[in-house]
């Protein structure tokens, strides 16, 4: 699976925008040169322009009048767009984080890892798990990829918030908007002695709305990244980590430690944020000072002070503590936990970094499978089976309702993913002496619970698998059961009409209270 080359929409966006400005750039260029910045003529001519002294070409004169009627702005715009786009394009080939080799080889270490969903042979050998749990304990306590993608898109915010102020202001000099500074002030078209006109300002502002449109998408694009990267479960593409907070083993306990907390959240962001741009800069000069204005300790005589031997002394046996509401024999009983979790959060871990970015590409229920498959503890879709217990056998009609058991929580997240297209569906049909027997149609749609005609004393096999989005998630083990020709009192007695699969599918051997169920 190419993992590697996997990126968000919004950073394949934010490309597109930068070619988009470029463009609009060398397009105001090309007017720029190809026609001319001002024509003026003679103020007289402005009442007279039939007569034989106006019709002339002014282009001198118009070449003299545009450093005294011309603003900055109406000279310079396409340098702007043209220098924001080289940053753009700059930012886009720096090895911040696309093209970082340190990032670019944790992608590499989770793509090794990735067959584990899909049940490869390999992922069996024991050596292949140790190496797949150091993988998974190293990307689950570094913030690499976090740190850099906030660096990336930190940058480009300030390069996008500024090029749209800019390319704002700009846009409604071209509108005649006065603004509160000289560098912006109105174009002048005519004084004492001239009458002049730009034949282009009407290009101008149609080219100035379009960048001032496409850089403030851009620059709100940019945002929706910046919020990516500050991981708040649920919000900006970061559904991984809010289902990571929900996901618990076969003992009741979280599996990974997220901070659901929003204010801790954006608490914890910036002080991350203050300690990359301030701090950690500082204390960088200050090791850099150290190394470079360092002086070795002055141990001239050393050799000849004799060593004095120290004196060992006891430590004093500390006092018994007792706890808080005993007499010392009396101890309460704490709780402890059998999953100890890091005292780091996981939301800004490489882990859940990398399953966000995937998410784009890669269908969720891909990434949950996989993500049960990762821990022992954690109950596998694998582990679905048939319930004998529920699927009823209604004499009456002879027809055989299947269910099947939870599959924990992984089956919970599932559902919820699936909510908008109907929650997971149960694909099965039963295989007996006539061939194949398909599952009654449902009004409803797709079902959990299939619904097939049989005739007893006759031996079936069922065949079942779970489906979500349209594709085969987990293939379930076959089941059989023969169910009898007449089913005995004892069941008429207990069940009515309405007998449990288990009813017909215990063997001989099992235990007494097994075989009369007892105490159901």
């Known amino acids: 699976m190419g993992v590697l080359v996997l990126k968000r929409t919004g950073d394949k966006l934010d490309a597109v925008f930068a070619v988009a400005v470029f463009i609009l750039g060398l397009a105001v260029f090309g007017i720029y040169l190809g026609a001319a910045r001002l024509t003026c003529v003679p103020t007289s001519c402005q009442g007279r322009p039939s007569s034989a002294n106006c ?6 004169l118009s070449g003299q009048c545009e450093q005294t009627f011309l ?11 043209l220098l924001a786009s080289a940053l753009f394009f700059g930012l886009l080939g720096s090895p911040i984080f696309y093209g970082n080799p340190a990032c670019t080889e944790l992608f590499a270490s989770f793509s090794s890892i990735w067959k584990l969903k899909n049940n490869d042979p390999a992922t069996k050998d024991v050596e292949w798990k140790r190496k797949m749990h150091l993988i998974l304990d190293q990307l689950k306590s570094s913030s690499t990829l976090t740190k850099n993608y906030s660096l990336y898109h930190g940058l480009g915010l300030v390069i996008d918030g500024l090029s749209f102020l800019l390319v704002s202001l700009y846009t409604l000099h071209f509108f005649d908007f006065s603004l509160p500074t000289s560098y912006f002030a109105v174009t002048k078209t005519q004084d004492d002695n001239f009458v002049c ?16 449109l496409v850089l403030l998408v851009k620059t709100v694009n940019r945002l929706l990244s910046v919020g990516f990267a500050v991981a708040f479960p649920g ?37 991350a944020t203050l300690h990359m741009v301030i701090i950690a800069p500082l204390l960088k000069l200050k090791n ?5 204005c360092h002086k070795l300790a002055d141990d001239t005589g050393a050799d000849d002070k004799g060593y004095r031997t120290l004196e060992v002394v006891e430590p004093a046996q500390p006092a018994e503590d007792h706890a808080a509401g005993t007499n010392g024999f009396a101890t309460p009983v704490e709780i402890k936990r059998i999953r100890q979790l890091p005292t780091s959060y996981h939301n800004w871990s490489d882990l859940f970094f990398i399953m966000d970015v995937m998410s784009g590409g890669v269908d969720i229920c891909d990434i949950l499978i996989f993500i049960s498959k990762t821990d022992d503890l954690i109950p596998v879709m694998d582990d679905k089976k048939v319930d004998v217990h529920l699927s009823r056998l209604d004499v009456a009609t002879n027809t055989l309702t299947v269910s099947y058991t939870n599959a924990g929580i992984i089956e919970k997240l599932l559902d919820v993913e699936l909510y908008s297209s109907g929650g997971l569906s149960i694909l099965a049909w039963l295989e007996g002496p006539t061939g194949r027997i398909e599952a009654n149609p449902n009004e409803s749609g797709p079902t959990k619970n299939p619904t097939f005609p049989i005739f007893m004393g006759t031996s079936y096999e069922l065949i079942s698998a779970v489906f979500g989005n349209g594709k085969m998630l987990v293939r379930l083990p076959n089941f059989a059961f023969h169910p009898p020709q007449e089913l005995k009192a004892r069941h008429k007695k207990k069940y009515g009409l309405n007998v449990p699969l288990v009813a017909f599918t215990q063997t001989e051997g099992r235990p007494l209270s097994l075989n009369f169920d007892i105490g159901r």
């Open 55 to 60: 019709a002339r070409d002014w282009v001198y």
């Open 71 to 81: 603003a900055y702005p109406d000279t310079n715009f396409h340098y702007l767009l």
């Open 197 to 212: 006109d730009m034949p282009n300002k009407n290009l101008f502002q149609w080219f100035g709305a379009a960048a001032t």
């Open 235 to 271: 919000l900006f593409g970061r559904n991984m980590v809010l289902y990571a907070d929900e996901i618990v083993d076969k003992n009741e306990e979280n599996v990974y430690h997220i901070q659901n907390n929003p204010v801790a959240v954006l608490y914890h962001a910036l002080t």
């Open 288 to 292: 850099f000072f150290q190394f470079y």
